[in-house]
């Protein structure tokens, strides 16, 4: 039986996105890092070395898992062999979080390599919240949804993301993971202000925060995870810990990603800015 000494719960602090090449050097090295973020997906198996490795990252490092195949916003039926893998990977596990992307990915059978934006609407929070409630009645515990990045809008929307991200939190019962970067990325390309954004969010529904970098694409800012987070989405960071208070930060890089040591300043720099935020709130307690 999987021993749970290391924690079920995040930490107050900057934890990393653990991706494969860095695999051997953290089961090694058992490096100082407050957490790891893993993706679900790639450990629904049954057995065999990727799952004996999270295993044994679980045994000394709290852990969360973070999805982005179970599609919470689409309107067809839930992929119900997804979720009991989902399961099965959380039972063993017994991460200190899990999270998924409140977007949609699949149509019918067909699935798609990237997380949509909804339309914001009554029937869309309606569609999401279920989803969203059945899958924390079969895992039995609360997930977080994140915020993701967007490059479209819908012309039926009647309401800003902000207040959508709301309602199904408070609909469904579930945690926000909010994606800073995502919304500086979004902010840009739509045209609205981001901490207009973070302002409009309950720091109770806040269980995570993310942090990545982009890469500019003409117009847009894209949301690519291959670079340093940016000085402008380090200053959002700075407002929303003001306003959200101190939480649990991950440090996302996914593409052309550097040296374990290099994730460990980023991580430091989240570190940083998390321990002022919170020595400021026991002052002022």
Not at 63 to 74: M, P, T
Not at 78 to 107: G, N
Not at 265 to 278: T, Y
Request: proline residues 5%.
């Amino acid at each position: 039986m999987l021993s749970l000494s290391p924690s079920t719960t995040l930490p107050l602090a900057a934890g990393i996105g653990l991706r494969a090449p860095h695999h051997a050097q953290v089961l090694a090295g058992r490096p100082a890092v407050a957490w790891w973020e893993v993706h679900s997906e790639n450990f629904f198996t049954a057995g065999g070395a990727p799952l004996a490795f999270l295993q044994a990252i679980r045994e000394a490092y709290p852990v969360s898992l973070h999805g982005v195949g179970l599609s919470l916003g689409a309107v067809d039926m839930l992929f119900e062999a997804h979720l009991e893998k989902l399961a099965a990977l959380v039972e063993r596990i017994q991460p200190a979080a899990v999270s998924e992307h409140l977007c949609w990915s699949s149509a019918g059978a067909q699935h798609f390599n990237d997380l949509l934006p909804l339309p914001y609407t009554e029937a869309a929070i309606q569609q999401a919240s279920a989803r969203i409630s059945r899958v924390q009645d079969r895992l039995q515990r609360q997930i977080l949804v994140e915020n993701v990045s967007s490059y479209l809008t819908f012309a039926d929307s009647t309401m800003c993301e902000w207040d959508f991200l709301v309602a199904v939190a408070a609909r469904s019962g579930c945690g926000i993971l909010l994606d800073i970067n995502n919304i500086y990325v979004s902010a840009s390309n739509h045209g609205f202000a981001a901490k207009t954004y973070i302002d409009a969010i309950p720091a109770a529904l806040v269980g995570e925060m993310h942090l990545a970098g982009f890469d500019h694409c003409d117009d847009f800012l894209i949301d690519t995870h291959g670079q340093p987070v940016h000085a402008p989405v380090w200053d959002l960071y700075a407002y929303a810990l003001e306003r959200l208070g101190p939480k649990p930060t991950l440090i996302e890089w996914d593409a052309d990603i550097p040296s374990l040591a290099v994730l460990q300043g980023e991580a430091a720099k989240a570190d940083r800015q998390l321990q002022r935020v919170e020595a400021g709130h026991v002052r002022a307690a």
